[in-house]
């Protein structure tokens, strides 16, 4: 079992910038797969960003730009850096992790409004 703690979710401007991060409960988390989802109230959850065990990462083009997902694997930990945020990014944004199983973290708030 796998656990997925995101944070760093929050209200900012529009233009501002914040950065989530997401540590995993275990050091093999290096060879999962992993992304970073978002729900908006009223819309499917939708894949952002993704990044592989061997550092690959692929965006949605929405975001493409202004987002940049990266990972860590010594602190066990992977980061989205959002830049130049729109009112259109407020959503939940979840964690996910994917190799033997799928995992989830709990969500983080993003809500971007002046």
């Known amino acids: 079992q796998v656990q997925l703690v995101e944070s760093g979710g929050g209200l900012v401007q529009p233009g501002g910038s914040l950065k989530l991060s997401c540590v995993a409960s275990t050091s093999s988390i290096r060879l999962y797969n992993m992304a970073w989802y978002r729900q908006a109230p009223g819309n499917k959850r939708e894949r952002v960003a993704t990044i592989t065990s061997t550092g690959s990462t692929n965006y949605v083009e929405s975001v493409k730009g202004r987002f940049t997902i990266s990972r860590d694997n010594a602190k066990n930990t992977m980061y989205l850096q959002m830049n130049s945020l729109k009112p259109e990014d407020t959503a939940v944004y979840y964690c996910?992790?994917?190799?033997?199983?799928?995992?989830w973290g709990q969500g983080t708030q993003v809500t971007v409004s002046s």
């Open positions: 996910n992790a994917g190799y033997i199983a799928d995992y």
